[in-house]
C-alpha cells in the first residue's frame, strides 16, 4: 500500500504522511511520569486520536507501563442507563482492548466482571487488576464527551477521582494516570442530569491537571511532513514556502492542513509529475472552499445552531469588532471549543483564514440568494479580451445595482449587509477562475479589504464606509501601503457614502497616491 495524505481517522506512520509530533508527545509524557489525571479536549478532527495513538506506542517501548486504551465511540447509549450495566461493560471494554497483545489479562478482567454489579465493585476489580498488572497502569478513554451528559458516567468519574485521592494518601491501588480525549473540557461541561433539573457544572473532575500541549502544527512541524513525503515519494518542494503557506492559511489546523496537501498530491499535480508547482498552493485553497466535508459542515452547523454566536462570528469577520479573549465569556468559549475561534494576544478572532473565508461564502451566498443580482453580474460583461477581470466595471456596475435597487433603505440596509451584498455580487463572477480572500481591518473605519485573485493577476479592492475627509486621506495611504506590500501599483476603492450631498453617490474617479519613489492609482467608486 502507497503512503497518503490522511484526512479520515487514525494516522499511522506506516501507512500516512505525518507530522513529527514528538515533541508534544514529550511533554504529555511529563504529564504521566507525574501521575497526572488530564484531558485532551480540541476540536473536531484536531489530532486527538491521532496523539492518544502515537502517544501509546512510545508508552509501550517502557516496561514498566501498561497501556489499557478505549472508547466510548459507538459503544451506544443502554451501558449508561443502569450503574449494574455500566460498571460490567467498562471491565468488558477494557477486557477487549488487551485481548491480542495480554490474553491473560483480558482473561482476569472477565472473570472480575462476573462480580460487579456497583461502582464500589469496579473500584475494588480496578484495585485487584494494577495488583495483578504490576506495573505503572495508563488509562485512555477517546470520545468521552459522547456520554458525558449522563449522571453514571459523572459517578464514574467521582470513583476515578477518589481512587487518585486514595491513592495519593498510601490507601488505595489506582490507575498511573487516566487520560480523557474529547471535544469538551470535562471539567467545564455543562451537564443535564435529570430531564427537569437545570444544567449544572460538572465537579468530579476537578482534580486534572491543565493540559496546555499545543496540538495546532507549526510552520516547522508542516514541514517534517513535507519531508515525509519527499523522501518517500521523491518529488520536489519548496519547503520553506509550502509549509509558511500552509501555516498562512490554516493557522496549523491539522486536518485542513492534512487536506490541502492531499487535494495537491492527489487531484492538482498531474500524473508523472515530480514537483509541487507555487501556484498549487492557490489551486488546493480554491478547491477546498467549493468542496464539502463533514468538517466544514460541523462549521456551518455549530454557528447556525446558536444565535449569539452566529452574531459574534458575524462581528469578527464582518464588522471588524475588536473582541477581547475572556475564558469566563460562554459564547466565546463555544466558540473555541468548535474551533471557530482562537486567542491571538489576547483578541478573539477566527481561528484560520480557511475558515472565515468558508464562513464569509457561507453569509453572503444567504444574501444572493435572497437579492436578485443576475440581471446585473453576467460574469462575460467584466471579462476583457485578454481573459482578465475588469475591476473598474465590477464597481460601476455594482453602483448601478445600488442606485436602483436599493435607494430607498440603503443607510439601514448597507451598515449592516452591504459588504456582504458585494461579496454576494462578485462571487458568481469570479467563481471557476479566480478566488477572494477578505481581511477585515480594525479602527476607526473599520476597512473590509479584499485580495482577488484571478488568471493569476492579483487585485485589491478596499470597502468602506465614509467617515469624513481626514478619515478618508488617511485611508488612501494606507490602500497605498497595502499596494505596495503586494507590489502593485493600482487598487480599487468602494465607499458606501450616506451623505446627502448631491453628485457624491454615483461618482467614479482616479486618484493617484504619492509613494516616495512610486505613484499608486487608486479608482475611487461611491455607492
Known amino acids: 500500500m502507497e503512503k497518503r495524505f490522511n484526512v479520515t481517522g487514525t494516522c499511522i506512520p506506516e501507512k500516512h504522511y505525518m507530522v513529527d509530533i514528538s515533541d508534544?508527545?514529550?511533554?504529555?509524557?511529563?504529564?504521566?511520569?507525574?501521575?497526572?489525571?488530564?484531558?485532551?479536549?480540541?476540536?473536531?478532527?484536531?489530532?486527538?486520536?491521532?496523539?492518544?495513538?502515537?502517544?501509546?506506542?512510545?508508552?509501550?517501548?517502557?516496561?514498566?507501563?501498561?497501556?489499557?486504551?478505549?472508547s466510548f465511540e459507538g459503544v451506544g447509549d443502554l451501558i449508561f442507563e443502569e450503574e449494574q450495566s455500566f460498571v460490567k461493560a467498562f471491565l468488558e471494554i477494557m477486557a477487549d482492548s488487551l485481548y491480542l497483545q495480554h490474553k491473560d489479562l483480558a482473561t482476569f478482567l472477565e472473570e472480575e466482571k462476573k462480580g460487579v454489579t456497583n461502582f464500589k465493585d469496579l473500584s475494588r476489580a480496578i484495585t485487584k487488576f494494577i495488583i495483578e498488572v504490576n506495573k505503572k497502569v495508563i488509562l485512555m478513554i477517546d470520545e468521552v464527551d459522547k456520554s458525558s451528559n449522563n449522571q453514571l458516567f459523572l459517578s464514574f468519574l467521582g470513583m476515578l477521582r477518589n481512587k487518585y485521592l486514595l491513592r495519593n494518601a498510601g490507601k488505595d491501588k489506582a490507575f498511573h494516570s487516566v487520560i480523557l480525549a474529547g471535544v469538551h473540557d470535562v471539567k467545564s461541561l455543562k451537564l443535564k442530569i435529570r430531564p427537569n433539573e437545570e444544567h449544572k457544572y460538572n465537579s468530579p473532575w476537578n482534580i486534572a491537571s491543565d493540559f496546555d500541549v499545543d496540538m495546532s502544527f507549526s510552520k516547522e512541524e508542516i514541514g517534517t511532513m513535507l519531508d515525509d513525503y519527499v523522501r518517500d515519494k521523491g518529488v520536489k518542494i519548496d519547503k520553506e514556502y509550502f509549509s509558511e503557506r500552509l501555516h498562512f492559511y490554516t493557522s496549523g489546523y491539522p486536518f485542513i492542513v492534512s487536506k490541502?496537501?492531499?487535494?495537491?498530491?492527489?487531484?492538482?499535480?498531474?500524473?508523472?509529475?515530480?514537483?509541487?508547482?507555487?501556484?498549487?498552493?492557490?489551486?488546493?485553497?480554491?478547491?477546498?472552499?467549493?468542496?464539502?466535508?463533514?468538517?466544514?459542515?460541523?462549521?456551518?452547523?455549530?454557528?447556525?445552531n446558536n444565535s449569539k454566536l452566529k452574531e459574534m462570528v458575524k462581528d469578527l469577520i464582518i464588522d471588524g469588532s475588536k473582541i477581547t479573549y475572556n475564558e469566563?465569556?460562554?459564547?466565546?468559549?463555544?466558540?473555541?471549543?468548535?474551533?471557530?475561534?482562537?486567542?491571538?494576544?489576547?483578541?478573539?478572532?477566527?481561528?484560520?483564514?480557511?475558515?472565515?473565508?468558508?464562513?464569509?461564502?457561507?453569509m453572503s451566498s444567504l444574501i444572493e440568494t435572497s437579492t436578485d443580482v443576475s440581471f446585473y453580474n453576467e460574469k462575460s460583461n467584466f471579462i476583457n479580451k485578454d481573459g482578465n477581470l475588469d475591476i473598474t466595471k465590477v464597481l460601476?456596475?455594482?453602483?448601478?445595482?445600488?442606485?436602483?435597487?436599493?435607494?430607498e433603505k440603503?443607510?439601514?440596509?448597507?451598515?449592516?449587509?452591504?459588504?456582504?451584498?458585494?461579496?454576494?455580487?462578485?462571487?458568481?463572477?469570479?467563481?471557476g477562475t479566480g478566488f477572494a480572500f477578505k481581511e477585515v481591518q480594525g479602527g476607526e473605519e473599520k476597512r473590509f479589504d479584499i485580495v482577488i485573485t484571478y488568471n493569476k493577476k492579483m487585485y485589491i479592492v478596499e470597502l468602506k464606509v465614509w467617515h469624513g475627509e481626514e478619515y478618508h486621506k488617511k485611508g488612501l495611504v494606507q490602500l497605498g501601503e497595502y499596494l505596495?506590500?503586494?507590489?502593485?501599483?493600482?487598487?480599487?476603492?468602494?465607499?458606501?457614502?450616506?451623505?446627502?450631498?448631491?453628485?457624491e453617490s454615483g461618482?467614479?474617479?482616479?486618484?493617484?497616491?504619492?509613494?516616495g519613489m512610486k505613484k499608486k492609482s487608486i479608482v475611487e467608486v461611491y455607492c
Not at 42 to 64: F, I, V, W
Not at 290 to 295: K, P, R
Not at 507 to 515: A, G, P, Q, R, S
Request: with cysteine; net charge positive.
Open 396 to 407: 460601476v456596475k455594482f453602483q448601478e445595482f445600488m442606485k436602483h435597487e436599493y435607494s
Open 328 to 362: 469566563d465569556n460562554l459564547i466565546i468559549m463555544l466558540g473555541i471549543t468548535y474551533g471557530i475561534f482562537k486567542n491571538e494576544k489576547g483578541q478573539l478572532k477566527i481561528h484560520n483564514r480557511i475558515y472565515e473565508q468558508r464562513i464569509y461564502n457561507y
Open 410 to 431: 440603503r443607510k439601514s440596509f448597507l451598515e449592516a449587509d452591504g459588504r456582504l451584498l458585494f461579496l454576494a455580487f462578485i462571487s458568481p463572477i469570479i467563481n
Open 484 to 503: 505596495e506590500q503586494y507590489s502593485l501599483n493600482q487598487g480599487y476603492l468602494l465607499i458606501f457614502d450616506f451623505r446627502k450631498l448631491k453628485g
Open 260 to 304: 490541502l496537501c492531499k487535494i495537491i498530491d492527489e487531484k492538482i499535480m498531474p500524473e508523472g509529475s515530480f514537483k509541487w508547482q507555487k501556484e498549487y498552493m492557490d489551486m488546493a485553497v480554491k478547491k477546498i472552499l467549493i468542496d464539502s466535508n463533514t468538517n466544514f459542515e460541523s462549521l456551518i452547523k455549530n454557528i447556525e
Open 24 to 70: 508534544k508527545i514529550k511533554k504529555i509524557m511529563n504529564l504521566i511520569e507525574d501521575e497526572e489525571y488530564f484531558v485532551i479536549n480540541r476540536p473536531r478532527q484536531y489530532g486527538k486520536t491521532t496523539t492518544l495513538y502515537m502517544l501509546e506506542r512510545a508508552l509501550n517501548k517502557n516496561e514498566d507501563y501498561l497501556v489499557v486504551s478505549i
Open 507 to 515: 461618482k467614479v474617479e482616479k486618484t493617484n497616491i504619492d509613494m
